[in-house]
């Protein structure tokens, strides 16, 4: 079946510093993949996406990159700030209905 | 603020009752979806309406669980004779073709 997975559960980094966080996906037809943000209590917020057409795609100081030889997916946040701590999910668009399936997520920590 | 409105944001309700959500999605998307987030999980698809046909119900949505979204606007989700196991966070999200998915704040349950 399709999954989306995420490598690391915690990511801890000093404010200023660049973060990064890792996706893994399994369904090599997924064509549209999006990363979220949520802060506690909150729904899903959009960050950025990035079509299976695309390798990158750069936001405000976010960077999606897509590797689709190795069905991985990549969120890079420059200079951090303690407002981006949050939960990370990927998602990937399935096809028909196009519902989408979210990892487990990924808590990034910034300590100021 | 992503213009979806979802209502309550919180409910506690005994084990054994009935509970009703209600979300209001933007007037003008007519792909609504309804998911379910469990602590430290990614959400999960439950149900897609296109317009106010329902055409896609996840195996997680038992008989316990219905949804509705009569004349296309607003849908609501009814769970009867909740268990504690219902306990969690319930999305509702609009998705314009091939874009992403605009979530509501979400209703958090908890069943006692």
């Known amino acids: 079946g399709e999954s989306v997975g995420l490598h690391l559960p915690t990511l801890s980094v000093q404010e200023g510093d660049n973060s990064i966080i890792n996706c893994a996906y399994s369904n090599s037809a997924s064509d549209y993949f999006i990363w979220y943000k949520q802060e506690s209590g909150k729904g899903p917020q959009f960050i950025i996406d990035?079509?299976?057409?695309?390798d990158k795609r750069q936001g405000q100081r976010v960077t999606v990159l897509l590797n689709k030889t190795v069905k991985h997916l990549s969120l890079q946040i420059a200079a951090t700030q303690p407002g981006d701590s949050a939960v990370y999910f990927c998602?990937?668009?399935?096809?028909?209905?196009?519902?989408?399936?979210f990892g487990t997520g990924t808590r990034l920590l910034v300590s100021p | 603020d992503t213009g979806v409105s979802q209502d309550p944001r919180h409910k506690i309700t005994k084990r054994g009752q009935n509970v009703t959500f209600r979300c209001d999605p933007i007037?003008?998307?007519?792909?609504l979806y309804w998911y379910r987030q469990t602590l430290g999980q990614g959400p999960e698809f439950l149900t897609y309406?296109?317009?106010?046909?329902?055409?896609?119900k996840s195996r997680l949505l038992s008989d316990r669980f219905s949804a509705e979204r009569p004349k296309g606007s607003f849908s609501t989700l009814e769970i009867q004779r909740t268990e504690q196991g219902d306990s969690a966070m319930y999305l509702c999200?609009?998705?314009?073709?091939?874009?992403?998915?605009?979530f509501g704040q979400g209703t958090r349950l908890t069943v006692v």
């Open positions: 999200a609009c998705q314009p073709l091939n874009t992403e998915a605009f």
């Open positions: 309406f296109q317009n106010e046909a329902q055409l896609e």
């Open positions: 990035i079509r299976s057409n695309m």
């Open positions: 007037s003008e998307h007519n792909r």
């Open positions: 998602a990937e668009r399935g096809t028909g209905f196009q519902k989408l399936v």
